[in-house]
């Protein structure tokens, strides 16, 4: 069973910045990705970024492009999510989540992508 984790949210204000976690156990032979995931006050669940572990492929929905940036340790099986600039939209409950992809995979932003899900982390930004 993989387990998947996020960390590291908290309460900030506008323009602070934060260091989400997304820690996992082993994952499946091959490659994998890793995606972050807000869920905000309307309750829809919204792809934010995501990376590819074999050829680092990474992307980012356009409202955080240029503000987060997402990164992994592979020596400590941990995805970091680097949150800067934050605005008051940027709130919300971030979760991530990992899967199984193909070697010659760009990762998606849409959750069915994703098979293996943790709890989420709140992050929450006021104004």
Request: contains cysteine.
């Amino acid at each position: 069973q993989v387990h998947v984790e996020a960390s590291g949210g908290d309460r900030v204000q506008a323009g602070g910045s934060l260091r989400l976690s997304c820690s996992h156990s082993k994952l499946p032979p091959g490659n994998s990705a890793v995606g972050w995931f807000r869920r905000g006050p309307e309750n829809e669940r919204e792809g934010i970024s995501c990376i590819v572990f074999s050829g680092g492929h990474t992307s980012y929905v356009d409202s955080v492009k240029g503000r987060f940036t997402i990164s992994r340790d592979n020596a400590k099986n941990t995805v970091y999510l680097q949150m800067s600039s934050l605005k008051p939209e940027d709130t919300g409950l971030y979760y991530c989540a990992a899967s199984r992809v193909n070697y010659d995979a760009d990762c998606i932003l849409n959750q069915d992508g994703y098979r293996y899900w943790g709890r989420g982390t709140q992050v929450t930004v006021s104004s």
